[in-house]
């Protein structure tokens, strides 16, 4: 991407770092949708309608208190399970990213070879004892791109990159949690607008009409989390290249790189 003049790497404030991320985000967009989006939504709607083939003595009762669907999960394990998986679907993403960054004119195919190294290393750790990391977006970097480091040489190399700006990550984790919720509650409030307008539906009856819209919310929450999550790990992977400019001088070792394949093509 750097080649293509999309994203120049320099040294940036900690504002602008993240912003090169809705850069990437933006280039990378239409990738996004096979390598991540339709996954999601696989795994998101097998969430919701898969547990009604299973025994019905495994499921939960399910009262009207609880928004669910006939034979399925209630919903809020559904939202739980799908969230907890976040770290699973940021490595589809930054895959896709970190790809199109190294080599702007990459095909599909070549996107698809190694693949399943980037879903499968730390994949464990992400989901269990790391699972609620505030740095998560900025690390992963670390863990996927970056060959060899783990363990006691990983958290230094953590430590030497957050002179570097690394630690912002938490204040984009609050600002992306933060912002899901409030798209999701704008969504909730259209409803209900919608609902008074033109079905005169009484400030009592809102509950109802809440309860009742449960594959709307979860439909809504699940385009939020595209949107959201997939802009997430991109503003962290720029978090990542802008820490390594301040810590390495990164851009002068790509604009070495840049000149040494010149001269191998005698330009």
Request: positive net charge; charged residues 20%; proline residues 5%.
């Amino acid at each position: 991407m750097h080649n293509a003049g999309i994203l120049r790497l320099r040294r940036r404030s900690l504002w602008e770092a993240a912003d090169s991320g809705l850069l990437l985000w933006r280039r990378n967009l239409g990738y996004f949708i096979p390598f991540f989006a339709i996954p999601l939504w696989i795994c998101a709607f097998a969430l919701r309608f898969l547990p009604a083939l299973a025994p019905q003595v495994l499921l939960p009762p399910q009262d009207d208190s609880v928004i669910s669907f006939p034979g399925g999960l209630p919903l809020i394990w559904s939202w739980a399970i799908l969230w907890w998986l976040n770290p699973l679907f940021d490595r589809l993403i930054l895959h896709v990213a970190a790809k199109r960054f190294f080599e702007p004119q990459v095909s599909f195919r070549r996107i698809f070879q190694g693949l399943g190294k980037s879903l499968g290393r730390g994949l464990a750790g992400d989901l269990l004892w790391r699972r609620l990391s505030p740095w998560r977006a900025a690390v992963l970097p670390l863990r996927l791109l970056e060959q060899g480091p783990g363990g006691r040489r990983l958290r230094e190399r953590k430590r030497a990159l957050s002179q570097g700006g690394l630690h912002f990550c938490i204040f984009l984790t609050g600002w992306c949690f933060t912002l899901q919720w409030i798209l999701l509650a704008g969504e909730a409030l259209f409803v209900l607008m919608i609902s008074g307008l033109f079905f005169n539906v009484q400030l009592s009856g809102f509950t109802d009409i809440f309860l009742g819209k449960g594959l709307y919310y979860y439909t809504a929450w699940c385009v939020n989390y595209l949107v959201v999550e997939s802009l997430y790990v991109c503003m962290g992977f720029g978090l990542y290249l802008n820490s390594r400019v301040e810590v390495e001088g990164w851009d002068i070792e790509l604009l070495f790189r840049k000149f040494t394949a010149r001269r191998a093509r005698g330009e």
